[in-house]
Each structure stands twice: as structure tokens, then as C-alpha cells.
């Protein structure tokens, strides 16, 4: 399954992206974080201290995962042919989490033993001649043609705002996560997701972060009413562990909120065919805009992802 946090920045998504993910990894499930926000800091809030991971940021190796994942497809001609909404087809190389290639042996790191890929920070190179969204290319290729199983597990720490919807990237997930502190300015994002994700069918569902009592989580409710799905309480130990102190355990409230979001994610039943149209809709939307009748041949109209295209 595939779960992005989302959320206005400050509201915790990160903070909540590494709860769930340690959540996962300590009950033994396959799972694997990436860190696709413009600020990195997904890395420090699963754990890791001291110098710089050595995760090869999948932004710089573009071309490299192009080269790996267009395999033998007859439609993709080239590196430079392929681009991020490029959908697999037959002859693609598509990947199991966690596989045993290329893709996976050079980017994956462990924090703590949690396996983490990065997308790269934003350079002082890109200022003023990048968009940032062109380095969340990889993690979209990734996951466009990454078969995961049941029961398996990528959680995605998205880009803050709605920033997202900048590229078809919002639509790779079962289930979107908005993290929304008990503010006005804390729910404007959620209004802004809610309504573009209606329109594709999206599932998401509202996390309160940060609720001090009855007041916040009334507000919560008024706000965005049957979307909101569980919440956490201010949490002392979070606060000691982003001070690199780690006491004690997280408070029983919060790690059964944690349980609830698992409950959601597992209760919701992959759709290969939505996902997969989706994935194409998007890359004909670029086609057009850019009048690339070439980008649109890269569709295989008899190609649809899932298990049985393992084999």
C-alpha cells in the first residue's frame, strides 16, 4: 500500500510520516520511506544523527532510473524519450519493494533499521532555472512502476501546501493522510486537497496533530467534519526524541491513533486499474500541453500493473 503525508508546513507531517513508518517497521511489516519534501529532514526525524546518510538522492540519478526502468519497451526509445509520467508497459522493467536491483541497492539506506530513499535537497545550481517538482520525477517513475504486494508498505513525506498537485504525483497513493493542526490556517490545506482530489477520486482522510483538548478537537470537527479520522495529543516524548533524547515510550493515546491510520490503510483494497489510469491520464496531459504525439505513443493501451505483470 502507498500512503503520502500531506499537510501545511509546521504541521507535523514529517514528524508523523516517521511515527507511522517506525510504526510499521517495529511490527514486521515491509515498508519503506521516502523523503520527497523540498526540506529533507525525514532522515533526522526517523532517527539518524551525526553525518550526511549517503543516500544518493534519486533526483540526481534521473537518467540512470529512466536507463533501468524502460527496460526492452518497443515504445520508449530513449533516456531522453522517457519522461516522469512516463506509465510502464510490456517490456518495462517493473520492481518489488525492496527487490534485489539496481534501483533499490543504490538508494535505499537504513535509519535505525528503517529503509529510506531521498529525493535530494533543492541546490544552490537550481535557483532560479529549476522547478522542484522535476526531482520528484524519480519518485513518481518509481512508483509508476513499483508492484508492492499486500502488505507491503511506501510512505511518502510529501512537499508542504498543496504543492503537490503541481505534478500527477498526488494521484500514486491509496490513501493520502493531511496532517491538520486545530487552526484556520491549519485546515486551508486540506480545503485546497479536498477539492482538487475529489475530481480524481482520491481518498483522504484528516489527521488533528497537536490537539491540547476538547476546544481543538471541536474545531477539527466542524471544520472538516467526517474526513477527520483520528488525532494526536502534544507529545512530550516527540518533543525529547527531536531533542535526541529518547525516553520512555510514546504516549498510549498516540500510539493508538497510529493503529487507527494502519486500520485505514489496510481496510482500503488496491485498484491497479484506477491507479494505472490515472498514471496514463496525467502523461496524456502532458503530451497535449507540450503537443508531443510522440509522448502519447508511450502508452500500451493493453498493459495494465499488478501482480500478474511480474510474470
Known sequence: MRIAFVGKGGSGKTTLSALFTRHLAGSGAPVLAIDGDINQHLAEALGHDGDDLGAPPLGAHLNDIKDQLRGTNPRIASREAMIKTTPPGRGSRLLRLL??????TRHVRHVDGVPLMVTGEFEESD??????HSKLGGVELYLNHLVDGPGEYVVVDMTAGADAFASGLFTRFDITFLVAEPTRKGVSVYRQYRDHAR????RIAVIGNKVTGEDDLLFLKE????????????SPWVRAAEQGRTEGELEPHN???LNILREAVDARPRDWTTLHRHAVEFHLRNAQAWAGEELASQVDPDFVPGPASLT
Open 127 to 132: 535557483l532560479g532555472v529549476a522547478c522542484y
Open 99 to 104: 527487490g534485489d536491483d539496481e534501483l533499490h
Open 199 to 202: 475530481e480524481f477520486g482520491i
Open 223 to 234: 471544520q472538516v467534519g467526517d474526513d477527520l479520522l483520528t488525532h494526536l495529543v502534544h
Open 255 to 257: 500510539r493508538h491513533a
